[in-house]
């Protein structure tokens, strides 16, 4: 009786994410296609799409530590990666509009794949001048007054490891241009649904703001990265 209801919850889960998605699609494509100073209607349009995801599939998202956060300012978001439950997760919990690095193969997802394209700066990891045009695509963003969103660990974290190990792009490109980062931790999302499958189930989803760190600080990068890296440590086991 169990795997029925959860077969036909995933169904549901599903009809939700594509139906809305569509219904929605003009508002997240058009906005930005026009020009990045209405990329604040994009992610409104992202924002409610996520709320309704959430209150139609019992998936609550809690946010903690929203305080930290000063809406005047942009940062370089950093966030573990668990799931796929993250992303509506980061979009309702995020204040304000964001840029987030994406990878390429996100880009294949029907409908989903549009939005990548508009909404994110999508980067091909195998390719070094698609990383650097990204980096530089990145550092354009923040120093227009936009937030980025960059997950270290570059993947799902698939492994009994609270976190892989971070790549040090984000660092960078906090320390070239003088932006705070404010770390950021996801708990509970792989639980309601593991990275890598298909199954899924409602519950409670925390998503935890820690204090912003200032890269002026750090004399390099690894001290820089170090410290962000403990900060969501912490916040991982203070709040699991």
Not at 60 to 72: A, R
Not at 139 to 144: G, L, M
Not at 197 to 221: A, R
């Amino acid at each position: 009786m169990k795997k029925i209801f959860l077969t036909l919850y995933l169904i549901w889960v599903g009809v939700v994410f594509t139906t809305f998605m569509i219904i929605l699609l003009p508002v997240f494509i058009l906005p930005i296609v026009l020009g990045q100073r209405y990329g604040y209607i994009t992610y409104f349009g992202l924002y409610l799409w996520s709320r309704i995801f959430s209150i139609l599939n019992f998936i609550h998202y809690k946010t903690i530590g929203l305080e930290n956060f000063d809406n005047k300012k942009a940062y370089v978001f950093t966030s573990n990666h668990t799931s796929f439950l993250d992303i509506p997760g980061i979009v309702r919990s995020v204040p304000g509009q964001f840029r987030p690095l994406a990878k390429k193969e996100l880009i294949k997802i029907p409908v989903f794949g549009w939005i990548v394209k508009v909404a994110t700066v999508v980067v091909d990891r195998t390719s070094l001048q698609s990383r650097q045009e990204s980096t530089s695509l990145l550092t354009k963003r923040i120093k227009s007054g936009i937030s980025l969103l960059i997950f270290p660990e570059g993947t799902q974290n698939r492994s009994n490891e609270p976190m892989l190990p971070f790549y040090d792009g984000a660092f960078r490109i906090a320390k070239e241009t003088k932006t705070d980062i404010l770390p950021m931790v996801i708990l509970n999302a792989n639980k309601l649904m593991p990275p890598g499958k298909v199954n899924v189930k409602p519950g409670v989803i925390k998503m935890v703001f820690g204090k912003p760190v200032s890269p002026n600080d750090y004399e390099n990068i690894a001290d820089l990265k170090a410290k962000v890296r403990n900060d969501m440590l912490k916040l991982i086991s203070a709040h699991s």
